[in-house]
């Protein structure tokens, strides 16, 4: 199936260093969403944006719904160990029979170091 | 926030034996839940979407005849694996949105085929 061009694959910082990945699509949609997965475990929804432009703020974390409503991008400031894990985007287009379906990205894991 | 509750977390099984797992919306009610693989540091592939009441819809190159899906009720949707066999090793989550249309996932099940 479609997937969502995610970037970076892999990131390897520095506690306390602000992080940025971003999805891609050739494709419209509605909605983004980030999750982010721990090793076992299903993925977490972190932020969900709805508006092209719309920037969403939870805590250390910032994503923003790109204007042409084919990118987004999450930012990680100041990173602590925990923030360790796999976060993936997704998007969803609108309504019909494909409600609720969600098209991912590949993923970016995370590493920081102490 | 809405929970999604999967069950088992994880389950070993002989090669030829059917695997059912279960998928519960324990404080909403979901007429759409989705079924996703997962391989080791890859992304989501959406398998199945579950319909309550109607047959669920399969994604491309997956056997309907092997992994069985069965919507039971509105709270309910359940995953069987038929004949497994090793490669059909896996993690297995479901997905369900709640009314605000927020997909929300299942703990996982690691399936071990030997």
């Known amino acids: 199936g479609q997937q969502l061009n995610q970037s970076p694959q892999s990131m390897f910082i520095q506690e306390g260093e602000d992080v940025s990945m971003n999805c891609t699509s050739s494709?419209?949609?509605?909605?983004w969403l980030w999750y982010k997965q721990d090793p076992g475990e299903g993925p977490v929804l972190l932020i969900a944006l709805y508006k092209a432009g719309e920037l969403t703020s939870n805590g250390r974390l910032t994503a923003q719904f790109g204007i042409t409503r084919k990118d987004s991008f999450l930012n990680i400031s100041a990173s602590i160990p925990s923030d360790v894990g796999i976060y993936f985007c997704?998007?969803?287009?609108?309504?019909?029979?494909?409600?609720?379906?969600?098209?991912f990205g590949q993923g970016t894991i995370l590493t920081v170091h102490p | 926030g809405a929970v999604v509750s999967q069950h088992p977390s994880r389950v070993i099984c002989k090669s030829g034996t059917s695997v059912k797992i279960e998928c519960r919306s324990l404080?909403?009610?979901?007429?759409?839940m989705f079924w996703y693989r997962q391989f080791p540091k890859q992304s989501l592939m959406l398998m199945a979407t579950?319909?309550?009441?109607?047959?669920?819809?399969?994604e491309q190159g997956v056997e309907k005849d092997k992994f069985l899906i069965n919507h039971a009720s509105l709270t309910l949707s359940t995953l069987t694996v038929t004949s497994a066999h090793p490669e059909d090793s896996s993690f297995y989550i479901c997905?369900?949105?709640?009314?605000?249309?927020?997909?929300?996932f299942g703990q996982g099940t690691r399936l071990t085929v030997v």
């Open positions: 404080d909403f009610q979901a007429t759409t």
């Open positions: 494709s419209i949609f509605n909605t």
């Open positions: 579950s319909n309550e009441g109607s047959k669920a819809t399969y």
């Open positions: 997905s369900a949105p709640d009314s605000n249309t927020e997909a929300f």
């Open positions: 997704a998007g969803r287009r609108a309504g019909g029979t494909s409600y609720g379906k969600l098209t």
